[in-house]
């Protein structure tokens, strides 16, 4: 296994949500996660939350991202983070889509990725990576979405 994949080789992965889909690539090590993934114009996640930090830069678009009791609008050149287990959702209000490129530490995929590639130099083994699941909570963490300044477009 290369230290390097060329991203043009690899396969994406189209996750389903409750709402929507986006598009991914992972690729993992045995300490984290390194996840590519476009969100289209409309998209919107169910709150949830994981027993992993995930450090986020957004490459292109614009986003709402809900941790909490707290939102914000983040936009291309942004960086955020969301902690371990807080609950936390996106929503892109527009129909232009997001690009995301997402780190996750302890390393965490979910079963919906089907095509991670592991950066592993001669000889290094890869590590089983531990059973982290998205639990999906209460919709009504939702109700902090009418305090947005704008209204979906």
């Known amino acids: 296994m290369p230290l390097y994949v060329k991203g043009a080789e690899m396969k ?23 996840m590519l993934a476009t969100r289209p114009g409309g998209y919107h996640s169910r709150p949830h939350k994981h027993d992993t930090e995930q450090m986020n830069y957004v490459i ?3 986003i709402w991202v809900f941790v909490e009791d707290q939102f914000f609008l983040v ?7 969301i902690p ?11 129909d232009q889509p997001c690009t995301i490129l997402e780190v996750f530490a ?8 089907h095509n991670v590639a592991g950066l592993f130099g001669d000889g290094e083994q890869p590590r089983p990576i531990p059973d982290i699941e998205t639990e999906y909570v209460s919709d009504e963490y939702r109700k902090i979405e009418r305090q947005l300044p704008i209204q979906k477009t």
């Open 75 to 81: 936009k291309a050149g942004d960086f955020y983070r």
């Open 12 to 34: 994406s992965d189209t996750v389903t949500t409750q709402y929507t889909q986006m598009s991914t690539k992972l690729v993992r090590g045995n300490e984290s996660t390194l």
């Open 84 to 94: 371990r287990n807080a609950v936390h959702w996106g929503w892109i209000t527009s």
């Open 60 to 62: 292109d678009g614009e």
């Open 106 to 113: 302890p390393a965490y995929v979910s079963s919906a990725h």
